[in-house]
């Protein structure tokens, strides 16, 4: 003990509390206010994502992953300001990231389809879609996948990386939809009695509320075919049962007026081996 020079270390000591204190005294204030600005930030944010209608489940997911990211920065700089070395945690955190992306590449990309369905909606639980070369309605949307329920009650799982990065039909977005048939008549039937027939069928019915400005074109002259294109908007809740409804009632009424309804056929011609023609 005879060798502790007391007054050599408390001037040691306050060299150091001079150096220190106020970088100490500095960080811990950057800290405090750091905080209450990243719950500002993180509060405006909440905000607007649940003005914007995102799915509840998404919101405080988000900003859970935004409020870590920002104090995890936050942290940093204040280390930095009290003189601890943060290049090689940064280096460190980098490398981790990285690895960690690589490995969980492709559910990152779901996750960020998801994400981006969740803010954006290009659909929603109920509509009826088109992608990934399906056509069902949407039951779930997870952050990761979508699952769909098609006509024959199956369910589909579709990833949300593709789901999203590739065309996507949406059948429910409008409230009506256009409801369209091609009618193949002979070349021998009139057409004007075929196109009276066609009026008389699809644009008597109520639910074509375009009744009254009916769309009805010869569309092709067909191989074997005469072919009428015919148009209708109606009330999506109408849409199938108009479709199938009209085509089986423009069968009954062609056979009632003597309208035929051609099919393909094929003349085959058998020739003689001394090439004396084709044989009756």
């Known amino acids: 003990m005879e060798n502790f020079d007391l007054a050599s270390t408390l001037e040691t000591i306050r060299e150091y509390a001079i150096l220190y204190v106020p970088k100490l005294l500095?960080?811990?204030?950057?800290?405090?206010?750091?905080?209450?600005?990243?719950?500002?930030?993180?509060?405006?944010?909440?905000?607007t994502l649940t003005k914007r209608d995102v799915d509840p489940s998404l919101v405080p997911f988000l900003t859970g992953v935004l409020k870590a990211v920002f104090v995890v920065m936050l942290i940093i700089s204040v280390a930095g300001m009290i003189g601890i070395a943060t290049t090689s945690f940064i280096a460190v955190l980098g490398a981790a990231g990285l690895a960690i992306g690589?490995?969980?590449?492709?559910?990152?990309?779901?996750?960020?389809?998801?994400?981006?369905?969740?803010?954006?909606?290009?659909?929603?639980?109920?509509?009826?879609?088109?992608?990934?070369?399906?056509i069902a309605s949407v039951t779930e949307i997870q952050i990761f996948h979508t699952?769909?329920?098609?006509?024959?009650?199956?369910?589909?799982?579709?990833?949300?990386?593709?789901?999203?990065?590739?065309?996507?039909?949406?059948?429910?977005?409008?409230?009506?939809?256009?409801?369209?048939?091609?009618?193949?008549?002979?070349?021998?039937?009139?057409?004007?009695?075929?196109?009276?027939v066609i009026k008389d069928v699809v644009f008597s019915d109520e639910r074509i509320l375009d009744r009254d400005t009916p769309y009805l074109k010869l569309a092709e002259m067909a191989d074997s075919s005469v072919n009428f294109k015919v148009?209708?908007?109606?009330?999506?809740?109408?849409?199938?049962?108009?479709?199938?409804?009209?085509?089986?009632?423009?069968?009954k009424a062609f056979d009632a007026n003597g309208i035929s309804i051609p099919f393909p056929q094929v003349d085959a011609h058998l020739f003689s081996e001394n090439g004396a023609g084709p044989k009756a």
Do not use: C, H
């Open 26 to 47: 500095l960080a811990i204030l950057t800290l405090i206010v750091g905080m209450w600005v990243i719950g500002k930030i993180i509060s405006g944010i909440k905000n």
């Open 102 to 134: 690589l490995a969980l590449q492709g559910s990152l990309a779901n996750f960020a389809g998801g994400v981006l369905i969740l803010i954006l909606k290009p659909f929603k639980v109920g509509d009826v879609i088109e992608a990934q070369g399906v």
């Open 147 to 196: 699952v769909l329920k098609s006509y024959d009650n199956k369910t589909i799982i579709i990833p949300n990386g593709p789901l999203y990065n590739d065309k996507i039909i949406n059948y429910s977005t409008e409230p009506t939809r256009k409801v369209e048939w091609i009618f193949g008549v002979g070349y021998d039937d009139d057409i004007d009695k075929v196109k009276q």
């Open 231 to 251: 148009r209708g908007l109606v009330n999506q809740a109408d849409f199938w049962d108009i479709y199938f409804e009209k085509q089986e009632a423009i069968k």
